[in-house]
């Protein structure tokens, strides 16, 4: 199979945390040879920019525009629909960045739009304060419902389990902008520079990476160096169309 696109996932694919895994940099610079490579995380704490820093400290030269991200969606997701409202973000530096670059008000009263992704300074208060303006009919934005993020020392809880709080407390479903959404989907095909049946998406997720390599037509790949184990594969109805040790 010849493909002239590739779509990694970051957490569990390319690095655990800040530690690069084995063999990576050199197979990233084989697939650069062979076609376009795309960098698409659901992980919203940084921008792209910065994501293109950290890989390049880690020895893969990556460019901005190489990189999509939920924060990104969600940026460009609120400026078109809610570009007036004010946004009330549970999240981290790199989500609130992106949605001040678009000219976004990020604020903390009259909001009609709430935001959510992995923050890892998430407080009770935080809850209450997203409870209120949901409770007054604002906007529920999810950059994405992964359970847990994958790091050197293991499983942490990822923006899914926050996300489920404050849907537990409002009520309310979120709209979800990160994979496997029709958001990203489109995000996705926008970047990729090729037909997505000659692309191969490659990821740790079943259900957030694999669901969306195959909702675009793509064929898929699971690496098994991050959040998912053999036997789960076995086990899912996501079937990827190959199952690798690692990248
Ligand atoms: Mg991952």
Redesign the pocket.
Known sequence: MHFKAFVL?????VYRGRTLLPGVEEKIAKLRRRGRVLFV??NSTKTRAEYAEKLSSLGVEVREDEIITSAYAAALYIAEHYPRAGVYVIGEAGLRKELEWRGISVRESDCGVVVVGLDRRFTYEKLAIAQNHLLRGAELLATNRDPTL?TERGPIPGAGSIVAAVERASGRRAKLVGKPSKIMGELILRHLGAEPQDALLI???LDT?IAMGKALGMRTALVLT??TKREEVERSRIKPDYVLDRL
């Open positions: 996932d970051l957490d569990g694919v995380t659901n994958v990821g740790d997720r990476d991050g959040a």
